[in-house]
Each structure stands twice: as structure tokens, then as C-alpha cells.
């Protein structure tokens, strides 16, 4: 058995085509432009990367884009001068500060300091309170992209047996709310779990969200099983000069076993994007008092 490739740069395409479609009747009827900024410390040149391609992401949505560099110096305070700013600022609907930050500047203090109804990122209280409650927030775009994947090739997900390896606030406690709320039974592992490879042979769905290049081995997933691989890591240049990315999931082997998976690069990275998007549509929406 080969497993189907879950092509998520595809899915994002479709995805980025009707949030501009719907962009312009906003554009048209209400003369309203959903308006995202993306605030970037620091010259990590990651994060440069993955800035620069939201930024084009949001100009070919019809979006305004609010982007600013700051440098590595930029105190605590002087950052969240310019939240304050951004959070009164009627065009600016959604605010993203892209992570790490320096280590002088508190995560937690910035994550706090956006207004929740702007959070595209999910990351406030507020949102990940109501995300635990079941009440419609705003929720972490990576979540939202696994499960828009996971839905593609499991559209009722109702007692499939579901774990989660990685417990982190960005992806691994999220994507667990949001499977428990399409009642899938869900165990999350970590790095504490004993007998890890089998805990991922009991389940009929696996998030892969550890960190760790290729550490889920094809002999420890369930045969007929779909794999969501969120890990991005570097592992070496490529013969063209480029970072050679792996997932969390030894994929040559897992191919082979899995019923479904997704590729690193183009599975989850590319719906992470188009689901910044639509937060940033969403919030847009209810900001005007749509939603």
C-alpha cells in the first residue's frame, strides 16, 4: 500500500482564491480592505522568509498589508507602543508578532498585549480560553490547517482514535481542542510518554508536532493510519543550494504503511499561511459585526 499524499499547496491555492473572492465583495459592497500587520524583531533570517511570504500572501488576497521590521534593540516597551497603535487602528483587523522574540522581550507580556479580536494568531487568552470551551474564536492557524487536511481524506472524524505527539501551545494543545471537538478520542504524547512507538500504533490518526527530524518511524504507525506531519526541519543544503527540509515522520518509510500523509515541504506549511488569511477575513468580519 502507498499512502495518498495530502497536497497541501493545493488546498491553500483554492483556499487563498476564495478568501480573495470574498475580499472583493467586502472590497465592492462595504468599501472595507481586511487589513493584517505582521510585526518581525530581529534579522533571524527565517522569519524574514516566512514574513516576506505572508506579506505577498496578503497582497494577492487584495489584503492591506501593515508589515514592520524592528530591530533586534527594539525594547519591550517600544513594541508594545506599536501593539497599542495597531490594536486602535480601524483598518488594521488582524495582528501577527512573528516568534521567537528576542530574549529581552517577554512572549507572554506581547501575546497579552494584542487585542484578542485581532489575533490571528490565536495565541491570547482570551482565544485559546474560548477554543477550550468550544466557543467560536480565533484559532491557531497550524491547527486549523491540520485539520482542514485531516478533513480532506477523513470528512467524519466522529470516535477515530487520534494522537497528538508535542504539547506545545502552538500546535499540540490546540489541534487536540479542536479534535476533541469533531469527537475524535484523543491521547496526547510528549516527551515524557512511556513506549511512545506504541501509543502511535493505536491510532487511527497521528499529529506528528514534536520538533524532531524524522523521529516517527514507518514501523511504529498503524497500517491504514493518516499522518499529519507539522515538523519543519533543516537538515542540510540541497544540490541547488537550498535548506533541505524534513518532517517529524520518516516519510520514505511511512509511505508505505499510512493510508494518507502529508509531504514536507507542501503539506501543512502552505495551509498555515492561507489560514492566516482567514483569520484575518474572519476577524475583518467581526469586527464589522458579521460574525
Not at 533570517?45 to 521590521?69: D, I, L, M
Not at 516568534?99 to 494584542?114: D, E, G, M, R
Not at 494522537?163 to 471537538?181: C, D, E, F, H, T
Request: hydrophobic share 45%; proline share 7%.
Amino acid at each position: 500500500m502507498t499512502a495518498r499524499i495530502i497536497d497541501g499547496k493545493a488546498m491553500a491555492a483554492r483556499m487563498r482564491r476564495e478568501i480573495a473572492a470574498h475580499a472583493a465583495d467586502m472590497q465592492k459592497w462595504w468599501s472595507i480592505t481586511p487589513g493584517l500587520a505582521v510585526i518581525l524583531v530581529g534579522e533571524d533570517p527565517a522569519s524574514q522568509s516566512y514574513v516576506r511570504s505572508k506579506s505577498h500572501a496578503c497582497e494577492e488576497a487584495g489584503f492591506r498589508s501593515y508589515g514592520q521590521e524592528l530591530p533586534a534593540s527594539t525594547t519591550e516597551q517600544e513594541l508594545l507602543d506599536i501593539l497599542a497603535e495597531l490594536n486602535a487602528n480601524p483598518q488594521v483587523h488582524g495582528i501577527l508578532v512573528q516568534l521567537p522574540l528576542p530574549a529581552h522581550i517577554s512572549t507572554k507580556t506581547i501575546t497579552n498585549a494584542v487585542d484578542p479580536i485581532k489575533d490571528v494568531d490565536g495565541f491570547h487568552p482570551v482565544n485559546v480560553g474560548r477554543l477550550a470551551s468550544g466557543l467560536m474564536s480565533l484559532a491557531p492557524c497550524t491547527p486549523q490547517g491540520c485539520m482542514m487536511m485531516l478533513q480532506e481524506v477523513v470528512p467524519d472524524l466522529r470516535g477515530q482514535k487520534a494522537l497528538v505527539v508535542g504539547r506545545s501551545n502552538i500546535v499540540g494543545k490546540p489541534v487536540a481542542q479542536l479534535l476533541l471537538q469533531a469527537d475524535c478520542t484523543v491521547t496526547m504524547a510528549h516527551s515524557k510518554t512511556r513506549d511512545l512507538p506504541a501509543e502511535c500504533r493505536q491510532a487511527d490518526i497521528l499529529i506528528a508536532a514534536i520538533g524532531k527530524p524524522e523521529f516517527i518511524k514507518g514501523d511504529w504507525i498503524k497500517p491504514g493510519a493518516v499522518v499529519i506531519d507539522v515538523g519543519v526541519n533543516r537538515v542540510g543544503i540541497t544540490p541547488e543550494g537550498k535548506n533541505r527540509l524534513v518532517g517529524d515522520v520518516a516519510f520514505a518509510e511511512a509511505v508505505n504503511v499510512a493510508s494518507a500523509i502529508t509531504p514536507v515541504p507542501g503539506g501543512v506549511g502552505p495551509m498555515t499561511i492561507a489560514c492566516l488569511l482567514q483569520n484575518t477575513l474572519q476577524a475583518a468580519m467581526m469586527q464589522n459585526g458579521w460574525a
